[in-house]
């Protein structure tokens, strides 16, 4: 019906919220169907019955991870623990099938570094430097050229978004970031841990991993490039929201003396703040700069791709504060995933993706 | 692009959750504009002011409800309180504008109930009996020929179709339904009243209008004319859950003496009440009949237009339970209004309501 | 300082919600100390490495459950799995201590049918004659001079408050009782399951275990002996409500005929129901009647071990409907449980009970 | 029965969230009688119509504000908004009764920044140097000697009592404060604002006076005072939680550059962090230092009076971590403000406070 082709895509891992949240959008996208979906230990069973909000939209049953029905597809979505990916990639690619990978075995650079911090040997280092760091809003080009991208973490996408017009300005000292980031608790998968009972969860709020945490060499990687690729000093701490979904960041960052101090940003420091940022984003679709003086909130990305963005600077001092809202499952996960789909097939990169928050 | 014509929409009060979650869905629907949106008190304010949810989608103002907008469209749907729509229909559908009422100001066929029930004059009694009541799973025909459809109230649309085969099939005793029904608190609306705020309703569970409920009439008018024109007695017990949407109707009702002694009923009566299910609603697109022995959850119809049942009696005894669910604000509301826009407009009755629910 | 002795009190299974609620309880009383805490899994840790929630407030240490602290003990309360109580209260009584199970296995009169819902032998069946069910508003006598009481599961508790009056009147068909509750994620325990998730229970609401569950033959027992001893029929559907606590139990029974009919009922039937229940709760420090038209909330007995009611006929028809809340973890487990200790060993019998509940 | 004398209270505002905490908590301290409770928009009506929490344990009506009941009182605690206390604290100051502030009048010593903040001119500024800031870890001596004590903000509470240490022990730069503070909705009180519903709060989470909040000026001052009578800045975003009590703040101190570079903080600055926190609140009652690397939990003080605290410093870097829970409703209003009262009252600072926290 459109002048673009139809592609196959397959899920490893589909048994998870990212997985089901992987379906429930490209059940949406007109081009793509879903013709793989592997869970080891659900192979056999229909999705449906793992999954009953898909009834009547989808009849599709896991298969075993090495099912033929994989190698067929156009591209493969990784939505595994951390390590699964590494394994299979090498044979995939070599096929010239394209991997999207949700989880974190390709988003470091430096090996060693990933090492450290997955506590495991990483199975294909050298596929390392030819991932794709897959965040459209600053690796677009390179994104439509990969076979393999490594999809952002949740925070991560929700930090680097905040952070990026003021690192790519040069406005604050990048030794002075702070990011303050509160997320629902599907952000920890449907893991059975004793921390994630609803019991646990609800009427309750906790930092969480405030001594180190996998997100964090994510964030400075990535805000290190932006920052003319000199080595930015993070502090991250996270906090579990008793939510489903949603992830709020709130950033703090020092404007460089000169900044400060230059005649024009006494006077209007807070408007030109706002319009950095606005013509930062103004050409992207999933990047919403609200208006000055606006909360976004959690609740208004719902179900959506979108980030909504506010940048202040109160009273006048020295601080920067900007507040990043995305939907975990979406644009920090299956949602951003299929919009480098979309840039990797050559589909616009909105497409499929416009279904509008769920409010309330 | 496809066979159908395009129309133009209106939305009378659309600064509630049902207006909304009218334009939420309208978006998505291949053939529909909304060229028109009323609001009294907000007229002048952009939309995405008082929901930036739907900012970056849609570029609307709200208008005053005499503006000519309205009488321009093919199809206005009030999403207004009680007793607005009455007051507006006459001029309008003389103009051979339809109308769907998602308020109830014409859903009960005797006047004299309306009036007791609604605490006011009704203003055009004469469109009682013309108002199509739109639960389309009964009334599919006469909603195709209407041009004004009173849209059922949440509570009815879970009740109703619960009931449905049961009394149909003159399986039960009309004298012996009782419906316990629980509601997410957007079934009040954004009203503001102290026991809905979030610190009165979070961790709390309660019953109200256990002595007398809008809904009771509605629901039994329904029934009644499924049990061959002649009354029921229900028992109508509305409760409030701490979550935003969804309805869960636990239904009862006692199997007829003559039925639960049938020989083959006691040998395999829970498996012909599954199948009189399917058969009833096997060709329903938005009425799912689950596994015997399912439990249906609210969560998985959540922003869908879906309603899942599933029919048990426990231990053979002469108890029939039906359990139900919806998401209040679509099958509940706006999606069962747009189903029902669907069908007068001879549009397939799904077309633009096929959105999965949203898991978790 | 007063007239009353101090015990020792032991528990059995103190590291999970009814444990704890135990020592929160046990903490504000003034004649009991806690002196044996065991968990076989936690055995030398501080209890509050658990829960930090009783830092600076207990000194206790978990120890295995055959360490000789517990056999010193005056009261020894079981909040552990079903089928523990029973293999270690036989050596227990014989020391001459008290034992209250709050777990279900001294809770059923007949061995069979316990067997048969608790799926496992039964250790002790000659102690199930002696076993005292601890419902104190029927059997405080017994309770008085029992060394070994069966503590009430949370909805027998809540539901059997509500029938009680309405049976003992001989107002109501016995075949004809419906109850529909519903309970916060609490009642399930601290257990690793993937339905109990936050993720999973957030914002959703459904049944479970519709077909059967094993409070329903504890529930049915209790009426049983209410209504002279002959059996009633119960339909009993429990669900789980996005809270933690609380439990809300809606009643519905049908009033015999020939008292609907009597002249006196048809004129003030709801004044005579209100009576009745007023009178009979009316010297029970725990049992709250509510004024007529009320709607008892969950929210207004958490913390507390109040149970509120109130009972209503609507529109003179003839179906009762009682409304009844507790908190499960209190009236519904340890705080009745203290209640039954209070009894047992000749303390008032709200002594330490009477904190108020904590709203909001 | 023990040596203490009994004495009167009254609560000016009782309707109010903080009102009906006072009353929780009041009925369980042994020297205290609640003898005036008034509110302007209830006199007449019974406490437990509003709050059904309380029935059976509270015979206590509603009084307008000029009832003779007040002046009776030995003490009178204001639960009011801003603005009320102001202008009744003089004449009941001069007839001998002692004085709690739980709103803001008192809070600055400031005039003019009050007037700035509040929006209405002070009635009684004559007072305000008079007046004590009630944090008892600060201010214990004055406040046993004080008529008037303006009782801390809830978020001051949580901020003020984690800094302290830093400030007092010069450790950090006091123009690199960031107080990252998030609130359960109680906080707001029960307003009537539509941004409270259950429908807008519930699942969502967002920031708000980012731009400058009324708790700002007051932490500032205390502060100030601590950090040698020096101005400090301080960079404070609240939060809303969708939860209705609890108050966590995520503190970010800078440690100073001369602190840094000490050999021993190299080796050891967590330890030597740790041990000045333990040592600064190892004599209060109601400030609990955790373990090294614990992440307190709002849920683990929610319904007691305590603050719980944890320091950390992430990677030998040099920003200082501080997590701080309180329960805005308690150690954030109507437990500190009875803890208050015990000091002025010469009772011991714990007495009825400490019943333990509800968990879960």
Not at 67 to 80: E, H, K, N
Not at 150 to 178: E, M, R
Not at 189 to 218: C, I, K, M, Q, W
């Amino acid at each position: 019906m459109n002048e673009y082709r139809e592609i196959k895509a397959g899920i490893v891992g589909g048994s998870g919220y990212t997985g089901v949240e992987l379906l429930r959008l490209l059940l949406q996208h007109p081009q793509v169907t879903v013709t793989a979906l592997t869970s080891r230990s659900e192979a056999g069973r229909p999705v449906v019955e793992l999954f009953p909000s898909l009834r009547q939209q989808l009849d599709l049953t896991y298969v075993s991870p090495n099912d033929t029905a994989l190698t067929d597809c156009d591209v493969i979505f990784f939505a595994t623990p951390n390590g699964v990916a590494m394994n299979m990639a090498p044979a995939l690619l070599e096929k010239g099938i394209k991997i999207i990978d949700l989880a974190a075995d390709f988003r470091l650079k430096d090996v060693r570094q990933w090492e450290r911090w997955y506590k495991q040997p990483h199975a294909c280092p050298e596929l390392l430097n030819e991932a794709v760091y897959g965040l459209p809003e600053v690796n677009r080009k390179a994104i439509s050229q990969a076979r393999l991208v490594a999809n952002p973490g949740c925070y991560p996408t929700a930090v680097q978004l905040g952070f990026l017009p003021l690192l790519k300005h040069g406005l604050v000292a990048p030794d002075s970031l702070i990011a303050d980031a509160k997320s629902g608790a599907s952000g920890a998968g449907r893991t059975l841990r004793e921390d994630l009972l609803f019991s646990e969860v609800h009427g309750n709020f906790r930092a969480y991993g405030a001594g180190g945490h996998r997100h964090h060499p994510e964030i400075s990687q990535g805000l290190a490039i932006v920052n003319d690729g000199k080595p930015v000093s993070l502090t991250f701490v996270p906090h579990l929201v008793p939510m489903v979904r949603g992830i709020h960041a709130t950033l703090y960052a020092r404007l460089k003396e000169e900044i400060n101090h230059r005649e024009n940003f006494k006077i209007s420091g807070d408007f030109i703040l706002q319009s950095i940022y606005e013509d930062m984003y103004k050409s992207e679709c999933f990047v919403d700069v609200l208006p000055q003086g606006s909360h976004p909130e959690t609740g208004s990305v719902l179900g959506s791709n979108f980030c909504r963005l506010s940048v202040l600077r109160p009273e006048s001092s020295d601080q920067v504060i900007v507040l990043s809202v995305i939907d975990n499952l979406v644009k920090g996960a299956a949602g951003q995933a299929i919009q480098n789909m979309n840039i990797m097939s050559g589909f616009p990169e909105e497409m499929g993706l416009m279904g509008p928050p769920m409010y309330p």
